[in-house]
Every structure is written in C-alpha cells, then in structure tokens.
C-alpha cells in the first residue's frame, strides 16, 4: 500500500521526529536548495538538509498556509518569523507511486530571507555534520 | 462566464500583448516580489511588475517545466538563463469566481539568481516608469 505522503511529511514536521524521513523519501530522491543552484542526490543527503531546515525553524513560528495538489505533485507554501524577518516560502514535492518522495524543493522568499537561511542553514549543516 | 485563467495568462507570457492583463487582474489583486517582503497592491502596479518580468525574461529562456492546480490555485514553475545564470522559479497565483488573478506571487532560486532579478528588475522598472 502506497504511503499518504503528505499526511506523513505534516507529522514529521510537527513531531520533528526526523528518522521517519528514512521511509518517506526514496533511495534516489534529489534535493533542491533555495540558496544554491547544484541538486544534491540521495537519501542521506536530502536528510540531512531536510533535518537541518527542520532544526533552524524550530527557533521560530513556522506555519503551512497554503497547500495545491495535484497528481504526484503538491506544493506547500509556508510562513515562518526568525529574528524578526518573515520568511515566505514553498516545499514542491513530487513523490513516487508507492508515495515515497523522489524529489523535494525549496523556494524563498523575499532576499533578506533568503540570505538570513542562507547563513542559518550554514551553521546547522556544520552542526549536524560534526 | 469565467475567464479560464490559466489559459489566458499562459496566452499572454506567449504573445508578450501586456495589456490583456487589464481584464484578467482583479482591480484589488495584490503582487509579492520575490526580492521585497511589502506586498504591492492594485492593478497598475501589479500590471507594472508582470510587464517588467516579461520584458527582463524575454532577453533569456524561459519555460514553464511543472503545473500544479487545486481549485483556484496554481503554481507554475518555470526555468530561465539569463546571462548563463539558471533562474528556476514559480508564478504562484490565486483568482476569484470570474476567473480574475486577485494574488500573484514569484519565489526564485538559487541565490544568485535572486540577486540578478533584483538588479535587472530594477533597471526594467525605472524604464517603464520614466
């Protein structure tokens, strides 16, 4: 039975119960970062992104406002506040069959946040890589 | 009847016709930049902002690679080059029971390219202001 891919990716995101992620995304899945332009291929990497963007928004509000679906493809629009700066932004996901995602995209919005994950996202990758 | 949104904005991206957007705007339709966090209100400046982005893109590529809809919402991701810079982003985009865009929203990626849409961008406004 095909894994409710959405329904999943909410509870990790509220439990932060990073681990469940090893089933979610497909052995191939390919990360997509807002900040820099090369894809980064496979599971662990895209896991540890992924931990990392769960880490750094856990030091602010971070809510789903938005959601369009269709086919295999769902689009997530959320808004978050860090040090003061809104941060508007999307998770564009695109799963398998079998409903385990197989590529995962972030987009950001305006500049200044970008550049404020940007410097963020650096320090917990070090982080979690240590 | 309705306008069929989609159609007719994907009918006014093709023919570069800027003035067909007076009728698919909402008077009260709102733009949100990709670089600026304040949201532009109204259709003269939405209608500015849309022109200015078509102009910027048609000196590069530009494609639109993925479309997910769910009632009166779409996203539309696209793909340019621009001075052999790879811009990847979506039109985000809301309408009313007419059909009429009453939100348009533009995220971008990589970095890079957010900061190139900036610069070019506001080279572009100043024209089609002055």
Redesign the interface.
Known sequence: MAIDTLKTWHEIVESKNNDALDELLADDVVF??????TPQEGKAITKLYLSAATNTFSGGSFEYV??????N???L?FVSEIDGI?I???D?IRWNDEGQIVDF???????????LL?RMMGEMLQKLNA
């Open positions: 997509h970062s807002p900040v820099v332009h938005r959601e369009v679906t269709s086919g493809n769902a689009v629009e809104t508007n932004g999307i564009m995209k972030v987009m950001i919005r305006p500049l200044k946040a970008v550049n940007h």
